[in-house]
């Protein structure tokens, strides 16, 4: 809750109709918090005394709030969701830039750790502030953001800084863009779903909270301050546009890293109602053996055994398992009938006992050494 603290900052004013405004029983006006710079750095201002203190680096995953008049697109925009976001305070410019590109760096290994083509584009600061900002977008024809990028030079902006901050396009080309000749700038509109947005603050914030610190001299100083966010919950929902523009309608294809779960297994059952039934059993002895040995906390059984066998392989197909394991009439004669998620398509084989412990165990240990 950042019921005074936007006040001191002018951004009650700024942020403008999607700020999350309430009033409490007595009619004073407050807010739910869209971030959180005000509250950080009033907090660390509290706290801060010596330059040994620094640098500092705090992070939070929590939900925030944006009061949308038309939420859309699933997790995409909504009222309310859920944020990584993070605040660096450190004793210089040229410390509080290193630690700007450090984290940029992280957010870069992150996007491919998920396997998540995602593009970084100059950007407007907006009512954040600082002097220098990016955006993480993954392309998508169901983006709200328009990003011109330049096929020649590899930079991008959002089309919103060229329109209101930069003055838009030079002749046919970015501006800065090394290009010699505005002919060979090729340049190209495309929509994007931003996961990711970073600013370097510079002393904005401290400067208004006293977030002052001693040097080695004695002499009392500003932290240079970046914030950074990753929209958690969005990510998950660009995840899955992505995953549907490459493989259709045929289901989420999660990357191993943030799978729900690495397998499935799914028992054909004769006799739904019969605890004894021999599928089931196997079904719960396999399950069993994989959760303890291959795959600690990554199997789920399917044992809706109301549903019939085609729905249930058609939800473990749209749920996106790396690894779904049938039990079936061949499980009687040692086989097992395995669908595994590839990139290229659904492809299916049958594997004794052995090798399905040993597949998915090998996918379970990609998975964490991936993170």
């Known amino acids: 809750m950042a019921m005074f603290t936007v006040v001191a900052i002018g951004r009650w004013e700024t942020v403008g109709s999607e700020l999350f405004r ?15 710079e005000e509250s950080v750095t009033e907090l660390v ?21 944006r009061d ?13 969701f859920w944020m990584k976001d993070m605040y660096t305070f450190d004793v210089s410019e040229e410390a509080a830039t290193a630690t700007y590109h450090e984290v940029c ?53 959002n089309k919103e800084l060229l329109s209101t901050v930069v003055g838009g396009v030079e002749g046919d080309c970015l501006p800065g863009c090394p290009q010699t000749s505005p002919r060979e700038c090729r340049l190209e509109e495309v929509k994007g779903i931003e996961v990711a947005h970073t600013f370097y603050l510079g002393t904005k914030y401290s400067s208004l909270f006293g977030a002052n610190f001693s040097d080695h001299t004695n002499r009392e100083r500003l932290c240079e301050m970046g914030c950074f966010g990753i929209g958690v ?25 943030i799978t729900p779960f690495t397998a499935c297994v799914l028992p054909l059952t004769t006799s739904p109602e019969d605890p004894s039934d ?5 079904a719960h002895q396999l399950y069993d053996r994989l959760s303890e040995e291959a795959c600690p906390g990554h199997v789920i059984l399917d044992d809706r055994t109301h549903l019939t066998m085609g729905a249930r ?20 004669e040692g086989e097992y009938e395995v669908r595994l998620a590839k ?25 964490t050494n991936l993170d």
């Not at 309430?22 to 959180?36: D, Q």
């Not at 919950?233 to 990357?255: D, F, K, N, T, Y």
């Not at 021999?278 to 196997?282: A, H, P, Q, T």
């Open 313 to 332: 392989l058609r939800d473990s197909q749209r749920l996106g398992y790396p690894c779904t394991i049938v039990i079936g009439h061949k499980t009687g």
């Open 105 to 157: 760096e992280a957010y870069e290994s992150i996007f491919r750790t998920i396997s998540l083509p995602v593009m970084r584009v100059n950007a407007a600061t907006g009512n954040i502030g600082g002097s220098l900002s990016h955006e993480y977008h993954v392309v998508s024809p169901v983006g709200e953001d328009t990003l011109v990028l330049c096929h020649s030079c590899g930079r991008g902006f």
């Open 22 to 36: 309430l009033k409490s029983n007595t009619g004073a006006e407050c807010c739910v918090g869209p971030t959180h």
């Open 278 to 282: 021999s599928l089931m059993v196997k």
């Open 233 to 257: 919950s969005r990510l998950l929902q660009a995840v899955v546009e992505h995953s549907c523009s490459v493989h259709g309608s045929e289901g989420i294809s999660w990357p191993l890293s």
């Open 68 to 80: 949308e008049k038309r939420p859309r697109g699933g997790l995409l925009r909504c009222k309310e």
């Open 343 to 367: 990139k290229s398509g659904l492809e299916t084989c049958l594997l004794t006992e052995h090798q399905v412990h040993q597949t998915v165990h090998d996918l379970y240990t990609l998975a």
């Open 45 to 65: 201002a509290s706290e801060l005394t010596s330059h040994r203190q620094l640098p500092l680096r705090l992070y939070q995953v929590d939900r925030k709030f």
